[in-house]
């Protein structure tokens, strides 16, 4: 790096291209390296909300073969799809069940079919759902009182 000849403070970079021209205003901002504290300290409030979504396990067993609510229609689209092989939406439920039905019939081809392992597939598709919005969030720069985003 040297500075420009005509002396307008601007600096001139080398890369794998040529030469480019970088102001100081452009050049990015090295950050030191971070440990895996630091980096699940960044973190802590989606890995709170997170770990109370799964606490909940020892107060509520997920696995008992119980129908809550509306399981029963879900379980039952996921059963025609499991064994039938066709998607069949009842006019019970709503349209978008689809993805929930593939992804539950998908647990229910690995675990096997039950109440239980349906509604543990809803648990991990939550936790992957948070995660998501959480990485969306940060991605967006969204400001922390309308994201669980932490700043140093």
């Known amino acids: 790096m040297s500075d420009h000849p005509d002396g307008s403070g601007v600096e001139v970079e080398a890369g794998p291209r040529g030469a480019t ?3 100081p205003e452009e050049r990015p901002v090295e950050r030191p390296a971070r440990t895996w504290p ?3 300290l960044a973190h802590r409030a989606v890995l709170g909300v997170m770990a109370a ?3 909940t396990a020892f107060f509520v067993h997920p696995l008992s073969p119980v129908a809550i609510s ?9 059963e025609i799809l499991f064994s039938d092989h066709r998607l069949e939406i009842l006019p019970l439920t709503v349209t978008t069940l689809v993805f929930q039905v593939i992804w539950g019939s998908l647990f229910a081809k690995v675990f096997g079919l039950s109440f239980g392992v349906l509604r543990m597939s809803t648990v991990v598709l939550v936790l992957l759902g948070a995660w998501a919005l959480y990485g969306l969030c940060r991605r967006l720069d969204i400001s922390p009182p309308r994201s669980p985003r932490t700043k140093k």
Not at 70 to 78: E, G, N, Q
């Open 70 to 78: 509306d399981d029963w229609a879900y379980a039952r689209s996921v």
């Open 53 to 55: 979504h799964v606490a």
């Open 21 to 23: 021209a970088v102001t």
């Open 38 to 40: 630091d980096r699940l």
